[in-house]
């Protein structure tokens, strides 16, 4: 069963709630931070449950002289002309 964006804000709101001691008037808070996580976990690599890493294709990069890593376009190719 696939859980919907909105199930896991409501279920994290729900622990986050849980977590401080079910205090009252909070609700807004624990649900802006539920989403909040949830917008973070899709925009990295970690799954949606966070118990994996998932894999994302690199981009080529070359060593500076300093040992840092830049990263580098992808190389274009020549465009051809129609006649």
Same mark, same amino acid.
């Given at each position: 069963? !696939?859980e919907?964006?909105?199930? *896991?804000?409501? $279920?994290r709101?729900? /622990?986050? *709630?849980?977590?401080?001691?079910r %205090?009252?008037?909070?609700?807004?808070?624990? *649900?802006? &931070? /539920?989403?909040?996580?949830? &917008? /973070?976990l899709?925009g990295? @690599? @970690?799954?949606?449950?966070?118990k994996?890493? $998932?894999?994302r294709?690199?981009t080529?990069? !070359? %060593?500076k /002289?300093?040992?840092?890593?830049k990263?580098?376009? %992808?190389? $274009?190719? @020549?465009?051809?002309?129609?006649?």
């Amino acid at each position: 069963m !696939t859980e919907t964006r909105e199930e *896991w804000i409501r $279920k994290r709101a729900y /622990a986050l *709630w849980e977590e401080e001691g079910r %205090p009252t008037g909070r609700d807004f808070v624990h *649900w802006e &931070q /539920a989403r909040a996580e949830r &917008q /973070a976990l899709e925009g990295s @690599a @970690a799954s949606l449950d966070g118990k994996e890493v $998932k894999t994302r294709k690199r981009t080529a990069s !070359t %060593p500076k /002289a300093n040992g840092a890593v830049k990263a580098t376009a %992808p190389k $274009k190719t @020549a465009s051809r002309k129609s006649a």
